[in-house]
């Protein structure tokens, strides 16, 4: 079964470092996000990107984020300025494109980041 | 704004025996909600779905049980197995996005 790759798993850093997520969604699939979720907290949505732009952000994808599909393959997620509130597992998800918005989404296994 | 909550943060069952997760939402538009389940380590994983033009739907071993009046909806899982125990979400799709709640740890005992 087709599924969505993230690397790396673990991310260690520094407080005020630059960091790079990356995402490799499901080949066929047109609509592509990113959620974290911090150590026992629920999952939070941060932003849904369709089209080469980004379709919709919440309030926690602030300025020090930012989204990028380099090429055919791969979606990343940027930390510009990594604070230590930062740290949570980021989960990548993707869906192919339908017609309505209630498509499931297949998330990928995550990356852990801890900043220190 | 939207919030998708649950009953129980842990729930404990013995093996063989028939499990119930609760959620509630607040969001009445929703009209998508899925149920995921998450091992450690591991990101969630697509269980189940259902529409609200749907009161109950029924997967292999897995029910979902749709109520739109009080904007509750619950996860049955029958003949619960020790490879159950995971982290339960409740998710709603609102605005072109999953909206999850808080999470019910299952935990099976032999």
């Known amino acids: 079964e087709p599924e969505v790759t993230q690397t790396p798993s673990h991310q260690v850093t520094q407080m005020g470092q630059e960091v790079i997520l990356r995402c490799v969604p499901i080949?066929?699939?047109?609509?592509f996000y990113w959620y974290r979720q911090i150590l026992g907290q629920k999952v939070e949505f941060l932003v849904s990107?369709?089209?080469?732009?980004?379709?919709?952000k919440s309030e926690i994808f602030d300025d020090q984020f930012s989204v990028e599909r380099p090429d055919g393959s791969n979606f990343t997620l940027k930390i510009r300025s990594t604070k230590l509130e930062d740290s949570a597992m980021y989960f990548c998800?993707?869906?192919?494109?339908?017609?309505?918005?209630?498509?499931?989404?297949?998330f990928g296994s995550g990356t852990q980041l801890s900043v220190l | 704004g939207e919030s998708v909550g649950l009953h129980l943060p842990t729930l404990s069952v013995q093996e063989g025996d028939n499990s119930i997760i609760n959620c509630a939402y607040s969001?009445?538009?929703?009209?998508?909600f899925i149920w995921y389940k998450q091992e450690s380590g591991k990101g969630p994983q697509f269980i189940i779905d259902i529409r609200s033009n749907m009161d109950k739907r029924q997967g292999q071993r897995v029910t979902v049980l749709l109520n739109k009046t009080v904007k509750h909806l619950s996860l049955q899982i029958a003949a619960t197995q020790p490879g159950d125990s995971a982290v339960y979400f409740c998710?709603?799709?609102?605005?072109?996005?999953?909206?999850f709640g808080q999470g019910t740890e299952l935990s099976v005992k032999p």
């Open positions: 080949s066929n699939h047109l609509y």
């Open positions: 998710a709603s799709a609102w605005g072109g996005k999953l909206i």
């Open positions: 969001n009445s538009a929703s009209d998508y």
């Open positions: 998800a993707s869906r192919r494109q339908g017609a309505s918005t209630n498509e499931k989404l297949f």
């Open positions: 990107f369709y089209n080469n732009e980004i379709s919709e």
